[in-house]
């Protein structure tokens, strides 16, 4: 029989997709995550935690991300109805450090139960988003927190190689192909989107891919922001929620019922 997806046009009856987003508890809600909530017009907004590996975290939505709506509705709204496997979905969403981000996901297979994706079984990496870009005299401590992380040895070869490069010539942007890492440092191609994979998961590096218009990829070396750093105030233009997050530690707060502090 056929349903109708979230768009409101048919479809053939499909298995229901996933994104890997589940909605935080509101007794875990800090005083600072409620001010910003209140900040934001107290609509139906929430946090999320995301699965690694899921379509929602491969799109760069992370834990403690605020979810503003789905395809044009609230994260409830849109739960209930849901769209099938392969529908591609935007994604409005809140993040610290980044503001406002609009992604597009494509659903996937939901997962069996107890099955967590191959890849999060292979690492022990502690997964950060990427802060600031290093500078020349951060180059020491990058390098100390790079070798440090649990990443391979490879990748820790790859950064210090891309490191020196960077360093060498504009000062945080490497760029190069797969293939030329790969022969500078005497590594095969797939040991070096692996390491390249690993930098980025771990907030060493953004990687903007030059696959699609052609060019040589673009790699910036960055600052990890470890899960304790990631906190308010949040780079937003708009004036009076930014003022509302940075006098959360200021303003008197009355916890409501099932509130935390």
Known sequence: MDSEDVDGQERSAA???WHGMTARKQTRYTREDWNVYRALGAGDFLIVDVVDYSPAWRGGIRNGA?????NGKPFEAFERCGAPVGASVNVKTLHAARGHVETLLVLADPP???QMPA??????????????VIRRDQRPKWEQKLAKSGVTS?????????????????????RHSYGVIAKA????RSTVRRGLGQLREAGFAS????????????ITLTLPIEPAE???????PDRPLARAITGAASKSFTPRDGETT
């Open 112 to 114: 069996k139960k107890d």
């Open 15 to 17: 298995p229901r997709g």
């Open 119 to 132: 890849e999060l079984r292979r690492s022990r990496l502690r997964h950060c988003e990427c802060g600031s």
């Open 230 to 236: 990631v906190v308010v105030p949040f780079v937003i």
């Open 66 to 70: 605020w979810v503003l709506e789905i």
């Open 185 to 188: 440092l005497g590594l095969d």
């Open 154 to 174: 490879s990748t820790v070869r790859i950064g210090v190689f891309l490191c020196n490069e960077a360093i060498n010539n504009d000062g945080s942007t490497a």
């Open 207 to 218: 990687i903007e891919s030059g696959q699609r218009a052609r060019r040589i990829n673009r």
